[in-house]
């Protein structure tokens, strides 16, 4: 059983620093406020968690500072605090904390090094530099030694491990505790400023001029493509999901943080995205429109290999919170679906081309979106379809299904769940994609075009290439015709015009 330990200046002062509690010889005891409950550590197997400041004299607001000691055979598992706030790691055995309650308690968590199990570990970096390290097998609580060995004119940045900053290494090297599940360990490498490659402007550019935002944006005639040459090391690196089991990796579920995570997820039908349960209407931001007219972004951010080959595309946010998805991931949120779709023209590897609502559910599970299929958009034998841009002209659709909570099948049925694990039923949403000319030349941005209905082709809106950007829905419905009317009164309407901006 666990008992409450209150720290105060006598175990302060002997345990850490070996000095006497003493001031000029008299005793100090009485003016402890042996009360005071502002901090409290709970006694545990294993290991100690201790203070290096005096408990008595913290309040709120103060930093306290905690030293762990491990028992032999033991190792730190976690440290539990019972408010929201984060310890904060100095190193692996040191923590500082912020006590921004009038009561903080810490439960220390040892594991016996022979309960330790195997574990994930990954390593990333951009250009500049890689990593090297001689472990070849990854346990729970043991420690690894890794050499980060910059390019030459480049030096380290920033390093990450399991989404906390480290403090820099003037040699370079590093040791790491794995923790449990999964360990992701990014370098970021940028150019020295004594790099050759780089030489002073002579004539130094003034200030920048504020750029336009969203309330003055720059409309512009084509899409910008910018593409980003990157390492990967695939070819290099141990499978970490060989052994995993697909209810423990979802149990601590977190989004892929690299093209390597999410291409050994995929290999094993684990998701790289967020696996959030999703409605079927989209949840749009404040849309950006131009004299009424709405604006697509124009930038279109890609990662790519040295032979041209996708790794990533970053999704356009209004809030600065940009962030990638992976080539070969599987995503199943209708933002990231949509900008998958959007970015390189075929849905994500947990699509299959399957219509059929039993499916093997061996490989993705709850997470398998099925009917990845050509649309025609055929409005002779369906004339309540709205016609789609340039779908009669020289751009060939496919279509896909998107798989959501609530809703409604074909025949207006209530859907709760459109794959439950078990059985899928399919409802009325769908994706709708431009990704290829019918005659073969090679494929324009500018023309890609990603449309989404969750109402079975009734009505539409189209994605404009960021986070909540959506325009209003188009369509049979919406020109005030019945669902599936095959003898609509009013022409459905058509796609909202826009324009191509930066903002």
Known sequence: MRKIVLLVSLFAC??????????????????????KKILKINEVNGGT?????????????????????TEPDYYLSNIEVNTEAKLERINNRTFKFQLLEEENIFTPIFMRKTDSVNCAFTYTSNLGGEIKTESSTYKSGSYINLNVLPD??????????NGKN??????????????????????EFKKTSTNPDVKPDPDPAPDPQPQPGPSEPEVVNDMEIVKTVVDVNINSMKDPYASINQNDFY???????????SFYRSKHYLMSGDITPQREKPVTSDIIKKDGVYLKNALCRYEVDRNGNYISYTINTLDDTDYKIYYCGGYT??????AYNFAFGKPPANTISAKKENYPSRTWGKYLRCNKSDFSGNTTQYPYQPILTDIFGNVKYYETDFGS????????????????????????????????????QEFNMNDRH?????NHYNDFQEYLNYKGGWTERFGNITAGNKYNDKQPSKKPTPPYEYLIAKF
């Not at 480290?166 to 370098?187: A, P």
């Not at 990603?450 to 969750?454: A, D, I, K, R, S």
């Open 14 to 35: 002997t345990a850490l620093f070996g000095t006497s509690c003493s001031n000029n010889g008299s005793n100090n005891s009485d003016n402890v406020e042996v009360d």
């Open 49 to 69: 968690l201790a203070l290096r400041e005096n408990a008595s004299e913290l309040n709120k607001g103060d930093f306290a500072t905690f030293e762990v000691t």
């Open 152 to 161: 030459d004119g480049y030096e380290v940045s920033k390093v990450i491990f």
């Open 166 to 187: 480290i403090e820099l290494s003037k040699t370079n090297t590093y040791k790491v505790l794995l923790e449990d599940n999964i360990n992701l360990f990014n370098v």
């Open 251 to 261: 149990n601590d579920y977190i989004p892929a943080t690299s093209y390597e995570d």
């Open 333 to 338: 949120s209708l933002e990231e679906t949509a």
């Open 405 to 440: 909570i609530g809703g409604f099948d074909c025949g207006g049925r209530p859907v709760l769940n459109y794959n439950n694990g078990t059985k899928i039923e399919r409802g009325t949403c769908r994706y709708v994609v431009g990704y290829k000319y019918k005659n073969g």
């Open 450 to 454: 990603v449309f989404y209905t969750y």
